[in-house]
């Protein structure tokens, strides 16, 4: 029992430091939670914006994809991640999907045409009739819908695993800065090394008996006489 409150333990600090490495002030990620469930699709905000555009979605998606030049959320804010208000992608121009989609969808609402929000492991994205699938946009890959009238979950008929992982590591860890990756490399090793010390003892022995270091035998003593 100790040593599973021990290994949980350690869980909660090593989630804990990434939590203080990546958002020194919470309130960006905790606010981004809220989003989520509820985004911040504005038409009021998106009207003049629309007014600009023909009631036809591919032009929509296409002026939205111009206007926001996609950039990790690294870049744009600080962060690993965030969900932005829709004020604050039309002052940014540029973000991530998220960004785009919110951008979108308040653009399909002030012009009253149907959408889906649509949410992957990997991508958000904004449906509408017509939509051409791609490998990156499938409905079949997504797990999260909301057609106006609240979320609706299901499991993936698609789990494209090694794409996920892909664009994971893509979008978190590639534009991380070099200081914050020391920092959780450091961080971890000392929480899990200590944490779990007695576990990477036994490794160390295991190893050392699989793998002896071998030490030079003395030389022969000369026999004199």
């Keep these: 029992m100790r040593r599973v ?8 600090l090593v989630a804990a430091w990434v939590g ?11 606010n981004s939670l809220v989003r989520l469930r509820n985004p911040p699709v504005d038409a ?22 111009t206007y926001v030049a996609w950039k990790p959320a690294w870049t744009v804010y ?5 969900f932005p208000t829709v004020e604050e992608v039309i002052a940014d121009q540029a973000g991530d999907c998220q960004a785009q989609t919110v951008l979108m969808a308040s653009i399909l609402e002030a012009k009253g045409l149907p959408y889906t929000l649509r949410y992957s492991f990997d991508h958000v994205w904004v449906d509408y009739p017509g939509k051409e699938v791609t490998a990156f946009e ?19 008929e698609k789990f494209p695993l090694g794409t996920i992982v892909k664009q994971r590591v893509a979008y978190h860890w590639t ?41 030079r035998s003395r030389p022969a003593r000369r026999e004199t006489g």
């Design 20 to 30: 203080v490495d990546h958002y020194p002030d919470p309130r960006p990620f905790f």
């Design 175 to 215: 534009p991380m800065p070099f200081v914050q990756k020391l920092l959780i490399v450091l961080g971890v090793t000392v929480i899990v090394g200590y944490g779990e010390r007695r576990f990477v003892g036994r490794l160390r022995r295991l190893a050392l008996r699989e793998h002896p270091v071998w030490t």
């Design 44 to 65: 009021v905000v998106a009207a003049p914006m629309a007014a600009s555009l023909p009631d036809e979605y591919r032009i929509v998606e296409e002026h939205v994809k």
């Design 138 to 156: 499938d409905p079949a890959t997504s797990f999260v819908s909301d057609e106006g009238e609240g979320w609706l979950a299901s499991l993936p």
């Design 5 to 12: 409150a021990r290994h949980c333990l350690v869980i909660v």
């Design 78 to 82: 600080g962060l690993p991640w965030y």
